[in-house]
C-alpha cells in the first residue's frame, strides 16, 4: 500500500512538473539583469541588458531570429537528420543560452573564430555549432549556407545585443572543475545519483519523454544521449555544469542560495554519469593532435 502510495505521488509530482513546464529552455530572461560591458583593456565602457524574447518583434531579422531560437530549443524534433539523440541544444544552454553560469551564448556571436585546444586551430562559429552537433547531439553537421545555420547565428547575434566584437559582457564564467583535487567515488555518485537525479532523468540515466514522445527530461547515459566526444563527457566539464545548475531550481544562484550538492557529491555523480556507456565519437583520433589527450577525456 505504502509503495503503491509512494509511486501515485511520484507520478502526480512528475505530471505537474511536466505540466508547468519545467525545462529552463522555455523560460524568457526573469528580470531584465544589467552587466558591465568591457572592451579589450578590462575597462568597463556600457552596460548590457539581457534581451527579452518578445523585443525580437519588429527587429529587422525577426524571423530568423524566431527561427534559431526555435531549433536552440526544439533540436531533436526539428533536425531528425541531424541529431541523432534525445537532446537539444538548450538541454545544455541553459535558459536558452541566456543563463550566467549555464553556458550562455550571450557572448559567443563576438568570439568566433577563436582558437579551440582540443582542434588545436582557430574555429569560425559554423564549425564550432557543428562541433555541438557531431559531439553533444551525436548527429551530422548542418550546412553552413542553410537558413538553419543562419537562423542560430542571428539569435545568437541578437542575444549578444549592440555589443562589438573585441569588447565582451563581464559574465561570471564557468570555472572548469579541478577534477583532481578530489578522489572520485563512483559508489558514492550512484547514491548521490538516486537521491538528487534519478527522478528527472530516470533511474537508470534514460530520462523522461512527454506524451509526444519528446523528452521533458533529458537523458544522461545510453544511446539518446551525448556521446563521449562531447565536452559534458569530460568531468572538468560536467562538474562545473552540474554544480551550477543541477539538480535544476534548487542551484548555488537560488534566491535563498541553497546548496544541495557538495564539491566532492559533483565529483561523485559526474564520475558515475560521465563514465556511463554513451555513443562512440568516429573522429576522435583527430582531437587534441601532436598532444596528450587530457586526463578526463575518456579516450
Ligand atoms: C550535452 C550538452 C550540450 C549540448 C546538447 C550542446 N552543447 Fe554546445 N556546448 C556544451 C559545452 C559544455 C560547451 C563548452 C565547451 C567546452 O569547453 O568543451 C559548449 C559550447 C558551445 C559553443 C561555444 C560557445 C562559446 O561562447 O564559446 C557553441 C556555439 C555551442 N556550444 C552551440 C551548441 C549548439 C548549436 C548545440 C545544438 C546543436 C549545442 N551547443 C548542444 C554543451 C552542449
Ligand atoms: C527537477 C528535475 C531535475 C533534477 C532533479 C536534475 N535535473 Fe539535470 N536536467 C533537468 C532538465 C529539465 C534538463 C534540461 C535543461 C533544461 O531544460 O533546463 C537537465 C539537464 C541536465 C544535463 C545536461 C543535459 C543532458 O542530458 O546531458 C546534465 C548533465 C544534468 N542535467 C545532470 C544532472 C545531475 C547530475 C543531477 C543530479 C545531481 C540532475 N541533473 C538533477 C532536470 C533535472
Same mark, same amino acid.
Given at each position: 500500500?505504502?509503495?503503491?502510495?509512494?509511486?501515485?505521488?511520484?507520478?502526480?509530482?512528475?505530471?505537474?512538473? =511536466? *505540466? +508547468?513546464?519545467?525545462?529552463?529552455?522555455?523560460?524568457?530572461?526573469?528580470?531584465?539583469?544589467?552587466?558591465?560591458?568591457?572592451?579589450?583593456?578590462?575597462?568597463?565602457? @556600457?552596460?548590457?541588458?539581457?534581451?527579452?524574447?518578445?523585443?525580437?518583434? /519588429?527587429?529587422?531579422?525577426?524571423?530568423?531570429?524566431? %527561427?534559431? &531560437?526555435?531549433?536552440?530549443?526544439?533540436?531533436?524534433?526539428?533536425?531528425?537528420?541531424?541529431?541523432?539523440?534525445?537532446?537539444?541544444?538548450?538541454?545544455? $544552454? &541553459?535558459?536558452?543560452?541566456?543563463?550566467?553560469?549555464?553556458?550562455? *551564448?550571450?557572448?559567443? %556571436?563576438?568570439?568566433?573564430?577563436?582558437?579551440?585546444?582540443?582542434?588545436?586551430?582557430?574555429?569560425?562559429?559554423?564549425?564550432?555549432?557543428?562541433?555541438?552537433?557531431?559531439?553533444?547531439?551525436? /548527429?551530422?553537421? #548542418?550546412?553552413?549556407?542553410?537558413?538553419? +545555420?543562419? /537562423? &542560430? $547565428?542571428?539569435? +545568437?547575434?541578437?542575444?549578444?545585443?549592440?555589443?562589438?566584437?573585441?569588447?565582451?559582457?563581464?559574465?561570471?564564467?564557468?570555472?572548469?572543475?579541478?577534477?583532481?583535487? %578530489?578522489?572520485?567515488?563512483?559508489?558514492?555518485? =550512484?547514491?548521490?545519483?538516486?537521491?538528487?537525479?534519478?527522478?528527472? $532523468?530516470?533511474?537508470?540515466?534514460?530520462?523522461?519523454? @512527454?506524451?509526444?514522445?519528446? %523528452?521533458?527530461?533529458?537523458?544522461?547515459?545510453?544511446?539518446?544521449?551525448?556521446? #563521449?566526444?562531447?565536452?559534458?563527457?569530460?568531468?572538468?566539464?560536467?562538474?562545473?555544469?552540474?554544480?551550477?545548475?543541477?539538480?535544476?531550481?534548487?542551484?548555488?544562484? =537560488?534566491?535563498?542560495?541553497?546548496?544541495?550538492?557538495?564539491?566532492?557529491?559533483?565529483? @561523485?555523480?559526474?564520475?558515475?554519469?560521465?563514465?556511463?556507456?554513451?555513443?562512440?565519437?568516429?573522429?576522435?583520433?583527430?582531437?587534441?593532435?601532436? +598532444?596528450?589527450?587530457?586526463?578526463?577525456?575518456?579516450?
Amino acid at each position: 500500500m505504502n509503495k503503491l502510495l509512494g509511486i501515485s505521488v511520484l507520478v502526480v509530482v512528475i505530471s505537474v512538473a =511536466a *505540466y +508547468m513546464g519545467y525545462e529552463s529552455r522555455f523560460y524568457d530572461a526573469p528580470d531584465a539583469k544589467t552587466y558591465d560591458v568591457i572592451n579589450a583593456e578590462g575597462k568597463v565602457i @556600457d552596460q548590457f541588458t539581457i534581451p527579452k524574447i518578445t523585443d525580437v518583434v /519588429g527587429h529587422k531579422d525577426e524571423e530568423a531570429i524566431l %527561427y534559431g &531560437m526555435r531549433l536552440l530549443n526544439e533540436t531533436a524534433r526539428l533536425l531528425p537528420d541531424n541529431v541523432g539523440n534525445g537532446l537539444n541544444c538548450n538541454s545544455c $544552454h &541553459m535558459g536558452q543560452g541566456k543563463r550566467e553560469l549555464g553556458a550562455p *551564448y550571450i557572448n559567443t %556571436y563576438n568570439r568566433y573564430p577563436r582558437f579551440n585546444p582540443r582542434a588545436q586551430r582557430v574555429l569560425d562559429l559554423n564549425e564550432r555549432i557543428n562541433g555541438c552537433f557531431q559531439r553533444s547531439m551525436n /548527429g551530422k553537421p #548542418i550546412p553552413i549556407d542553410s537558413p538553419e +545555420m543562419q /537562423g &542560430m $547565428h542571428a539569435y +545568437m547575434k541578437w542575444l549578444g545585443g549592440d555589443v562589438a566584437p573585441g569588447n565582451t559582457v563581464k559574465l561570471t564564467s564557468l570555472e572548469f572543475f579541478k577534477v583532481g583535487k %578530489y578522489t572520485a567515488n563512483a559508489n558514492n555518485g =550512484a547514491q548521490v545519483y538516486a537521491a538528487q537525479c534519478g527522478t528527472c $532523468h530516470g533511474s537508470d540515466g534514460e530520462g523522461i519523454k @512527454d506524451q509526444f514522445g519528446d %523528452y521533458i527530461f533529458p537523458p544522461l547515459w545510453g544511446d539518446d544521449s551525448f556521446n #563521449i566526444g562531447a565536452g559534458m563527457a569530460r568531468a572538468s566539464r560536467a562538474g562545473a555544469f552540474v554544480i551550477h545548475n543541477m539538480p535544476l531550481s534548487v542551484s548555488r544562484e =537560488a534566491p535563498l542560495g541553497q546548496i544541495t550538492l557538495s564539491e566532492q557529491e559533483v565529483v @561523485d555523480v559526474v564520475e558515475y554519469f560521465t563514465k556511463k556507456p554513451r555513443p562512440d565519437f568516429a573522429g576522435k583520433e583527430n582531437d587534441w593532435p601532436g +598532444m596528450d589527450n587530457p586526463a578526463d577525456s575518456r579516450y
